[in-house]
């Protein structure tokens, strides 16, 4: 009985909560929805919102542009549209271009995305030419091309600013060359080293910076327009001539694969990743070098603020900054990898999420090299603390070792000879060049009144010439070198 009475209730609910759901009040499961109270619009206003990327992605509209242009180009030459055709789409995408550079564009959130806004407006300035222009295109290969061209033309702009960079820590090396300060490992003194070799260390790194950026380009740089909505199109379209015209080396060679990955731009948050990384160490260091405990170092004030409390208090927020941005761009990554993980084959809606992150670590990486290249040429040293500091720690032990070995000691056996020095000069308070010849002695009968040569911060870093070591000789030649790279660049 109970449950006759019952029966008819869900199928009412059921009817009456499809309708509420179309209506926007209710969840497709049948639940109030909690932000129904909130929001003045039907749900179809907020599915608009939600899905619509004119208010990021409206920053493609030149790559656009370009794009359609080359398309209505081989449109025409293959017969597919007119003359006639081709012109008023030029003409029209002339006076649209005009328009956004003048910030006269009316962008719309009703047509969605920025290929929808300039293919509308062109239909509103030469009519049905506009209707034209998306044959034998979909906005899954539209989009994917933008992208790829924007995004190469920014990683040419990113190496441009990475060579800046480059060539300031260049000239620094040059000029700091024969500034001796302690190389450390594990945090502690090791061994002297010259501080331009120091910042030719951070050359190098920006090096590979750059040359996997190149590396990037080559793949970024592959066409995927004609590859429609997935599977091609049924127009007898010349896929070649508008690589050519764009500028791209080669063809995306599937269409399925064409629309769909995102992999090119996983990759350049991979290399723009490793920028940070080594923007995040170099920043590091440079905290610590300016800290009072060091004062290896001082930042010109322009790159430092003080503290509302603190009135003595001058901090080196930039480079604090460039740290915390490392952060940013390595959630960047992880973000397109997840997108891009699981994802079927072809094109989902998904990959509208590629761009926001993309963009942002395109931005992100080039304010960080930019600052750091006018930082850098900021960057004194304190030469007297430096050398205080190389002073400290036995940095010339091993020298004596190697000293040794050339007066006939293996080097097992000179490395035990120093160590016991090193004993030695710890428990007097001093370093191993104050010890006195007799002292010295003691330990091997080999060592001469020469060792104290050897002895020196100086000797130490002049003694190691050879290519890639830390001798003013040999840095003044490495910039050379890293000189005739930038110039080929
Ligand atoms: N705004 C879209 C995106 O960024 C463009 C492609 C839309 N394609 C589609 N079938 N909904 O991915």
């Not at 608009?48 to 509209?61: E, G, I, M, Y």
């Not at 989009?143 to 924007?150: E, F, H, K, N």
């Not at 060091?294 to 509302?308: H, M, N, V």
């Not at 000691?409 to 160590?419: K, L």
Request: net charge positive.
């Amino acid at each position: 009985m109970a449950s006759r009475q019952s029966k008819p209730r869900p199928a009412r609910a059921a009817r009456v909560s499809k309708r509420k759901a179309r209506a926007g009040t209710l969840s497709s499961a049948g639940l109030p929805k909690a932000w129904s109270g909130r929001f003045a619009e039907p749900v179809d206003e907020l599915v608009k919102r939600f899905t619509a990327s004119v208010s990021f992605d409206k920053r493609l509209s030149g790559a656009d542009i370009r794009g359609s242009l080359a398309h209505a180009r081989m449109l025409a030459a293959r017969k597919i549209i007119s003359a006639g055709d081709l012109a008023a789409i030029e003409r029209g995408m002339a006076a649209i271009s005009r328009e956004i550079a003048a910030g006269r564009f009316a962008w719309s959130l009703e047509a969605e995305d920025v290929h929808l806004n300039i293919e509308q407006r062109l239909t509103a300035l030469v009519g049905d030419a506009g209707k034209r222009l998306h044959t034998g295109r979909s906005r899954n290969d539209q989009v994917a091309t933008d992208v790829r061209l924007y995004l190469r033309d920014e990683i040419d702009s990113i190496r441009a600013t990475l060579v800046t960079l480059q060539g300031q820590l260049l000239d620094s090396a040059s000029k700091y060359a024969d500034v001796v300060m302690p190389g450390f490992t594990h945090m502690q003194v090791a061994q002297p080293v010259t501080f331009g070799h120091h910042l030719l260390a951070y050359f190098e790194m920006f090096e590979r910076d750059r040359e996997r950026l190149a590396d990037c380009r080559r793949r970024v740089n592959r066409l995927p327009l004609g590859a429609a909505a997935l599977a091609g199109t049924t127009f007898p379209i010349d896929r070649e001539s508008v690589a050519k015209e764009l500028g791209f080396e080669s063809i995306c060679e599937n269409s399925l694969d064409a629309v769909s990955d995102r992999d090119f731009a996983i990759e350049f948050a991979a290399a723009a990743s490793l920028i940070l990384v080594h923007l995040s160490r170099f920043s590091e260091e440079l905290i610590v070098w300016m800290s009072p405990r060091y004062r290896f170092i001082t930042l010109p004030d322009r790159f430092c603020t003080g503290s509302s409390i603190m009135p003595q208090k001058k901090n080196p927020d930039v480079p604090e900054l460039v740290r915390g941005k490392a952060g940013r761009v390595f959630g960047h990554l992880v973000g397109l990898l997840t997108l891009m993980k699981g994802q079927p084959l072809a094109y989902n809606k998904d990959n509208q999420e590629d761009k926001e992150p993309l963009f942002d670590t395109i931005d992100t990486v080039r304010d960080c090299l930019t600052v750091f290249a006018d930082l850098v040429a900021g960057i004194r040293p304190v030469p007297d603390r430096m050398r205080a500091a190389a002073l400290e720690g036995f940095a010339t032990a091993t020298d004596l070792a190697d000293y040794l070995v050339g007066k006939g000691v293996a080097f097992r056996d000179a490395h035990e000879i120093v160590a016991r020095a090193v004993r030695a000069a710890e428990q007097k308070g001093c370093d191993l060049a104050d010890l006195p010849l007799a002292a010295l002695r003691d330990f091997s009968p080999r060592i001469g009144v020469d060792v104290f040569d050897w002895l020196t911060l100086e000797g130490s870093v002049a003694r190691r010439k050879h290519r890639g070591g830390t001798a003013p000789a040999q840095v003044r030649l490495a910039v050379a070198r890293g000189k005739r790279r930038l110039a080929r660049a």
